[in-house]
């Protein structure tokens, strides 16, 4: 069956780093594209990062641009968010998404998430 599972969040200081990993299964990769997204109050999600596998072409909302760092690893199925310099306004609850179509998973409206991993910054 198909399954994305986020993991590697945690607890990390301002400045510091921290990689998210979203491992997929039950589906074939390269034919989507996959985002990560955080829960913006009364919002929804907003989709921070996205890569569309067959290209590997990338997006990054602003608020992440210079610091955050998407890209997979296809021998585990597997894409990364590799946050660098977070600040404490990135503390949320990451999940992975995963859609045929870029622009549906632009809305939020993907095929398949993840239950997602918290990330909190504080020193």
């Known amino acids: 069956q198909v399954q994305l599972v986020e993991s590697g969040g945690g607890l990390v200081q301002p400045g510091g780093s921290l990689r998210l990993s979203c491992a997929t299964s039950g589906f074939t990769l390269e034919s989507y594209a996959i985002g990560w997204f955080r829960q913006v109050p009364g919002k929804g999600r907003e989709m921070i990062s996205c890569i569309i596998i067959s290209d590997s072409s990338t997006y990054y909302a602003d608020s992440v641009k210079g610091r955050f760092a998407i890209f997979r690893e296809d021998a585990k199925n597997t894409v990364y968010l590799q946050m660098n310099s977070p600040k404490p306004e990135d503390t949320d609850v990451y999940y992975c998404?995963?859609?045929?179509?870029?622009?549906?998973?632009?809305?939020?409206?993907?095929?398949?998430w993840g239950q997602g991993t918290r990330v909190t910054v504080c020193s």
């Open positions: 998404g995963a859609d045929p179509r870029r622009d549906r998973l632009g809305r939020g409206a993907g095929d398949y």
